[in-house]
T-cell receptor, first 115, second 117 residues
C-alpha cells in the first residue's frame, strides 16, 4: 500500500530564513510527487511536481523541492520565507506502474512564518 | 479559463438524510477526483472518474457514490448521513489521458462544507 508521511504537524520559521517542510513516501512502482498549498478558507493550489529528470524541481512562489530516491523523500524548500507563505502544505504521491493509480496525500504541515 | 466550481458551498443536513454534491471541472479536463478533508485525517481519497468511468476508489463505505457525465461534470452522493460525514468535500480536475498518463497535477475547487447534525 502506498503512503505519505509528513512528520511535522507544524513548522515555525522566522521571516527571511530558509524553510523546509519534510515529506517521505512509500510506493510500489515509480512515484509521481506533488506539493500543494492551502491558504485559510481556500482550496488547494498546486505548487510543483516531480515526474522524472532533474531531482531539484522549481515551482510557484519561489518554492522548490528535492527528490531523493534512496531516502524516498521529497522535501519542500524555500531560501527566504515570507509571512504570506503561512499556510497548510500537503505532499502527495501518485505511483505509476503501467496505469492509473490513486493519489495519496499526507496529513499536511502547517507552516507559520513569524515576522 | 474558469476554475473548478463546486455547489453548494455550504450544506447542513440531518443524520439519515442524503446529499448530492456537484462539481464542474475546468473546461477540457476529463478527470475528476473527490476527496474528504477533515482536521484529523487530512485529505482522504474518495473516487476518481475519467470519461464517465470510475478509475479508482478509496476506502469508503458504499453510502458514498459518484458519477461523471458526458460533459465531465461530476456528482457525489452520500446516503444515510452520519455525524462523522461532516467534512469539507473537495473536487479536483486534471487533463488526464486515456493512454494511462497520470502525471498531471490536480486543480481543486473551493469545496463544499457539509455539516451533519
Amino acid at each position: 500500500a502506498q503512503s505519505v508521511a509528513q512528520p511535522e504537524d507544524q513548522v515555525n520559521v522566522a521571516e527571511g530564513n530558509p524553510l523546509t517542510v519534510k515529506c517521505t513516501y512509500s510506493v510500489s512502482g515509480n512515484p509521481y510527487l506533488f506539493w500543494y498549498v492551502q491558504y485559510p478558507n481556500r482550496g488547494l493550489q498546486f505548487l510543483l511536481k516531480y515526474i522524472t529528470g532533474d531531482n531539484l524541481v522549481k515551482g510557484s512562489y519561489g518554492f522548490e523541492a528535492e527528490f531523493n530516491k534512496s531516502q524516498t523523500s521529497f522535501h519542500l524548500k524555500k531560501p527566504s520565507a515570507l509571512v504570506s507563505d503561512s499556510a497548510l502544505y500537503f505532499c502527495a504521491v501518485r505511483p505509476y506502474s503501467g496505469g492509473y493509480q490513486k493519489v495519496t496525500f499526507g496529513i499536511g504541515t502547517k507552516l507559520q512564518v513569524i515576522p | 479559463k474558469a476554475g473548478v466550481t463546486q455547489t453548494p458551498r455550504y450544506l447542513i443536513k440531518t443524520r439519515g438524510q442524503q446529499v448530492t454534491l456537484s462539481c464542474s471541472p475546468i473546461s477540457g479536463h476529463r478527470s475528476v477526483s473527490w476527496y474528504q478533508q477533515t482536521p484529523g485525517q487530512g485529505l482522504q481519497f474518495l473516487f476518481e472518474y475519467f470519461s464517465e468511468t470510475q478509475r479508482n476508489k478509496g476506502n469508503f463505505p458504499g453510502r458514498f457514490s459518484g458519477r461523471q457525465f458526458s460533459n465531465s461534470r461530476s456528482e457525489m452522493n452520500v446516503s444515510t448521513l452520519e455525524l462523522g460525514d461532516s467534512a469539507l468535500y473537495l473536487c479536483a480536475s486534471s487533463p488526464g489521458l486515456a493512454g494511462g498518463q497520470s502525471s498531471y497535477e490536480q486543480y481543486f475547487g473551493p469545496g463544499t462544507r457539509l455539516t451533519v447534525t
